[in-house]
Every structure is written in C-alpha cells, then in structure tokens.
C-alpha cells in the first residue's frame, strides 16, 4: 500500500532541515517514491501557527511561504523578517518558498504585494511573532519567571538570575498546535536588530560561482525532453500534421497533438529541438491582426467595457466654456517581459498524481490550472516552485509548465520542457497598450482647474488564476477559452476611490461618495478607463498599466507646467497635498540640486547636442509606495539619439527591511525603465509578430554608456511597509520623456523614444 | 553515434550524443552543469557562455565535435562557494546581480578581457559586454564588480 505522506509527517521527518540543494532531490522522498500526498488546501490553514513555522529541536526554525524570489530579494528579506521576529541569527532560518504541498496559499507573487502582505499584521509576520511569543509563555512557565522579566537573544531565553532556556529546549521539535494570534507583539523598527540591515542577498554566493539551482537545471530520473510547436502566427489552428517528416530523427518518443496545441517529445533536449523544427504542421490561418500603424486609432473604435474612477460631474461643462483647453494624446506599446532565459518547466505526470517545478508566481493556481487541463483531481497536483529567470511578472512561466504537464501526461514520463526564443516572444503575455488622451483647464492665477482623463487598455487573457487555464496560450490552444472582455458602459463611481492602477493623476483630489482618497487638489476630475479586446495576450508586466498612466499623468503635468511658464517641481507641489508624495518631490529635486525655472531650457540650440533634466512622481498604487525621479538626459538633435546621464531618486516605502536589497531593485528598475521607455516595443504585420528575438526586440545591453543612479532613501519606521519593486520603473519614461522636452522642446507622446521619433517630434517643433 | 570525449573544468567526460548537439546541452543535460544556461539559442545574449582555451564561446551555437578533446571552463569551474574565483569574489562583494541567470556571460567575458587586458578602458569594457544582455539591468552593481577585479589585479 502507498504510504500518504501528510503535512504533520513531513514536518515530523524532516523537521526543520527542509532546504535542499536540490529541488528534485528534495521532493524525491516525498512525491515521486511515496505518492500521493496531501495538499487540500484547508490542509495548510493560514489561522495555524505550524503551517508558518516549526521549531526543530536544534532551535533551527523552518518557515513556510506563499511568496517567491524571482531575484527581486524575497528570500532573503523573509529570511530577515522570520529572523527578526524570531531574535535568532539568519543562518538559523530555513525558509520554504512556495510549495502547494507545505506551504499556504498566498496566492501570486506579484505586485508589490509580498512586503506589503507577510511583512505588516498578518501572515508571515505574524506567525513568526506568535512564536516568539508562544515559546516565550513556555519559558516563562519552565523557569517560574513572568515572561516579561525574561530576555531573549539567539533565540535563548534567559532570567535575571543566569538561568536560560533555549527554544529547542521548549519545544523539543514539537508543534505548537495553536491558532496564528493576530495581536502577538511585532518587533518594531526601533527594535530591529536583523531587519533594516544591509545583509547580503543568501544567494548570491550560489549564484555567482554557477551553483544555484533554476528550474531549467531540475532533474528528475527517466525525464524526456519536449519542445512546443506554436502556430505560425496569430489565430492559425491545426489542420494536419504530416508524421512522417519526423521518422528520420532519433530518439524521438511522440508527438503530441491536444486540439491546437503541438509539441513533441524526445530522449535529448537536441532531438526534440530538431523534430520541433523539422515537424510539417499544415495550419489553416488565422483571422489576421490589426495593422500596426494604426493600431492606437483602431484601439479607440472598439466595443470596450467601462469604469469611471472619479468624476466631479462638472467636466463637461467647464471644457465647454473654457478657452484654451490643454490637451494631449500618450500612447504606449505591448512590451515584453524578455526573460533572459526562455521559460522552463519539468512535469511527472502519472495515472493518479503529478508534480510540475515551475517557475510560476502563483503555485497553488497554476496546481488548479493544472488540474483541469489534465483532469487529475486537485490533491493529486502538487506544484513546486523553483526559480527561473528574473520575470518581472506574467513571462511564460505558467504556460511552460502546461506545456509540461499536456507532454508528460502524453508520453507517462517527466518531461523538461524548454522553450526556445522565438516560442517566448510568441507565447507570453504581453504588457498592456494602452492610449490615454488628457484635457486640461487653467483657472485664472495659471493653476489647473480641470482634468479630465481618457484611457483605452487593450487586454486578452491574463493571470490564469484558479479558474482560467485559457488566459495563457497552452490553456487556449489546449481548449480553453481565455478571459474576453464583455462590453459594458460606465457606472457612476461609488463606493471608495481604489488607485490600484493609477489611472487618477496624483494632483487630482480623487473624491467618491465626498471621500477625496486622492493625493492632490483638483476638483473638477474626471477619469474613465476602456477596456478593448486585445489582439495578444497581455497580463501584468512590471508596473502594469501603473507604468503607462504614469507616464501620461506625468508628461501632461509636465506640459500644463510648460504652458503656466512654471517650474515643474513648484508647479507639482502647487497642486499636491499628500505629505509623503510631497516629500519625495522635494526630496528628488534637492538632491538633484535641481534647476528651478520653466522648462524648455531657455537659449538651448537647436542643433547638435543638447542637455535637460526631467522629474516624475508617483504614489505607487495610490499608496503603496512613494517616489519622485529626477532624470538628465543628452538629446543628438542630428542622429535622435537620447543618452541619460544621470538619475536621482527620491524613494519613500515606509520601514526599509534591506536598503542594499532595495537599492538593488530601485537601480534594476530605473534602467529597465530606461530601456523600455528608449526601444522596447512588441511589433507585427498584418498575420504574426514580428519582435521574436533580440535582433528584432531591443533591449539595451550591458555595455552601455551607465547613467549614475542617486538614491534618497527616506526612512518611515512608523509607517506600514510598502512594495518597492515597482516604484522607480513607474517613473523613467515619464521622466525622460519631460527632460528630453526641457533640453530640445519638443514633446514625445509615445513610446519608445526611439530615434526615429526623436527626430520626428524635434523637426515639428514651432 | 561514438563518444566524443570533453574536459570540462579539469574532468575528462565520453558523451553519446550526435556531434551536432549544442555544447550548451551536454552541458546542462549530460553533465548536470549549471553555469552555462539556455537564454536565447541563438548567440545573442551571452547566458550560455563558456570558455574553450580561455577564450569567450557560446555554447548554445557551438556543436560538441568543435570542442573534442579542448578544454572547456563554465562559470562554476572558475571557483567554488568555499573558494571563489577573484572575480566571483568581486561580484560577491557587490551584490551584482538580481536574478542571476545572466552571469556565465557577464562574469567569463569580463574575466576574459581583464585577464587580456589588464588595463582595459571603460570603452574596452563596454565593448566586450555590447552584446551581453541583463534583463533585470543590474548593470550598476556589474560594471562595479569588474572595476574591482580589474583592481584587484593591478
Ligand atoms: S543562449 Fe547562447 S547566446 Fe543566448
Ligand atoms: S541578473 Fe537577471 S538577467 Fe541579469
């Protein structure tokens, strides 16, 4: 009889000793040798403290999270965070990542949620501080001394008369077997001893001698190797498949063929990729896209479903009796996640339970994906994330690991699925393009009056989720239908205005119901947000849609500023009223020692180079995380061709859990935004796309000219923590875009600034 | 298919494959090697660079027969964690990287230029990484580390 593994065995086994070198190696024991095994997910209840944290008899503490590093910091910070709580060392925390056998249900890793989630009142933190304090009561009972006469270091309690006990002593690798208290005693930032240091990333030692472990270099015994064969361009569906022009290549074990989904799978990684080559597929076409040229017009002319964010309700009447009305129109194209490494899955799917290592930032949907594409019973499905490159949202991550799971299931083996580079360009989800035309009215003192915002988004499918295997291409080609937008007018804002996108301009007072949640002064506001049917599939890339109206909001402001012949620092505060976006304002321009007066530069020539700077701010989410970015910039007014030079942040994101982290992400994301506001852009013809690679998809390299990145990093210990992985990308473009007006004049509205269009918007300049 | 016969990292290894195989896969695949990885497949990042003879060569573009009997070094045959490599040691030092899976590139084309070059230029440098591509940007922290090795050697 197969023995079923449960949770309270596996933490009895293996204690807290979980962390292996090996993924593939460490669920062995668990999966592939003993069966099924237990993941109903009231299985791990996020109200127990043992499904956070199990203390071993050797006080070593083992934590178990729902959230992943993807090479944005999370490990080690939650190794901090754990470590803090705990009063133990670092090295004493083993963190378990995203398992949907051991770990609870966070859900996704992804939008600057993860610090925000386990780092504030619940979850992670919580549990750790239950601890602390389950184990403190215990102490206090051993050694008949009030809790709060004993102290604690190294996770040692110890009396004022020398006697001490250690939380291995206490617990003797016991559960605690009670409920995560949501009142236990947080550490505060005055306390900390572990977090709010610059401890080193606890991978980078493995990462920088070739020793780490990603998804791409798991091994399982006996696995195959499966390469996709996608159709050739957008919409195309099978129509047959010729087998025979495959027979000459060895090792070649199947081809497997579900509805519209192709691949095929081989002994070697080389076999598979010549058969995926070599295989004649005989497609019927598609439906065709589009044309590119036109494509923001076309956006605008589609049935789209509505929402007003806010709205004053005397916009219409004040553009119609004002004269001059501001207005300008921003656009922004699809733009890739471009992992460095092509996305890569291994499945073991057998008759009664399967185990998938992905990459995936949400194990426990892409375990119900899962599930329903190979129609194994959920507790049957275990997904372990291991992984990959960095992904800076929805890369292909999830639909490998369908790809994966559809050729495992196919051939009964575990199957290594490697995508190649065109298969990820074509297969992952784009970020959103999106059209948003601004309409201003100035009062009579040269102040903004009247705002009003249009957006149109395009978008197709999205984060599969626990119920849409279809919103990523393996799930549709497989059957299922993705996420489709139904047309539907506006309503009327109710109940509190939620910035999640930052569709609101920070300047705007941002009022529903006479609530104002929004960080400025403008009151008569108006914001309203189509969403068309997207041609591609498209779902959150790094700042989604937060990026592309920030980047409207904050070259409108720039230009309205330009108008009121104002500096646009003074011209911003003017009309902020939000203390922490204020700050970072300030904050920006003073360490930028920023040159106050309007812009453009007065006297700049006209020819030949020339240089400018530019400010952006922005209350990331409406309030997860603040930041103002001044940018300098040097235009060739000859060649187009715009060069930064300099960038200075202003970063506010509450207490700071690791500034070396957080700078790491603050400089990563500044010139990741430098590279998509200056050349990223997803392109096509009139059947397929066309950026399949780096040839045909920019992307600046290392060896670029590197701007210096200044960070101001403002200290909030009494604040709750907020995101910051996404902050600073929110900022470049607008900010490069405004400085590139202040050095030249002239205005970009679309990205990216390629030099094409530099050279376009400077000969049109008056 | 007759065993074609590889030192990598100081190890002599036969491997069964058509001569044809991307080194890169019998790397990754036959020999369990992690530095090396598959970014493009199409010698345009940089992820699965290796050295042949010290010199900078990217193994997913390269047949297994054109390095028979050569020896090969991937990212992990420089040092160990217990003892990096000086340039390991300088990325270490900076916290140069974010997801990591850029750094066969980053690491052995650097190594290989100082090594050449000892005096290498800024220009040099962006030269030798112009077509080695960081999709997380942690370009800040990566040209810092090479300007420290190239310290550390001086
Ligand atoms: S994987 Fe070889 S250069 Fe990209
Ligand atoms: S560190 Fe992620 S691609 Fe370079």
Redesign the pocket.
Known sequence: MKKRISRRDFLRTTGALVVCFSAAACIDPLAIAQGPFDTHPSHIDPDKLDSWIAVASDGTVTAYTGKCDF?QGMYTVQTQLVAEELCIPIHKVKLVQCDTSVTPDQGTTSGSQSTPTNFNTRNLAQAAATAREALGGMAAQRLGVPADQLTIEDGVFSAKDGRHVSYGELIQGKHFNMAVNPAAKRRSPGEWKVLGKPVPSLDRVALMTGTFEFVHNVHVPGMLHGRVVRPPESGATVGSLDEKSVQHISGLIKIVVRNNFVGVVAEQQWQAAQAAKALKVIWKPGTGLPPQRNFYDHMRTQPSRDAMLVNSNDVDDKLKSASPVLGATYSHPYQAHGS?GSSCAVADVQADHATVWSATQSVYPTQHGVSTLIGLPLDGVRVVFVRG??CYGLNAADTVSYDAALMSQAVGKPVRVQLTRQDEFISENYGSACVIEQRAVLDTNGAIEVWDCETWVASLGGRPGYEKPGNVITGMLAGFDPETITPRAAAEPAGELRNGNNAVPSYMRGCVNDKCAGAGSIRSERVLMHSVKSPFFTGPLRSPLRLQNTFAHECFMDEISAHAKADPVAYRLQHLRETRIIDVVKGAAKAANWDARPSPKPGAARTGKVTGRGIACVAYEGDNGYAALVAEVEVNQASGEVYAQRFVISHDCGPISNPDGLRNQIEGGILQGMSRALGEEITWDDRKVTSIDWESYNTLPLGIQVPAIECVLLERPSEKATGAGETAITLVAAAIGNAIFDATGARLREVPFTPERVKAALASRG | MAAISLRVNGHVHAVDVDPQTPLLYVLSDELHLRGPKFGCGLAQCGACTVLVHGEVRRSCVMPVSAVRDQEVTTLEGLGTPEHPHAIQQAFIDEGA??????LSGVILTAKNLLDENPKASDEDIRDATGSIL???F?HTRMISAIKRYQRSRA
């Not at chain 2, 990287?97 to 850029?102: L, M, P, V």
């Open positions: 090479g460095i490159a960095g | 990287a974010q997801c990591g899976f850029c960081c999709r997380c942690a």
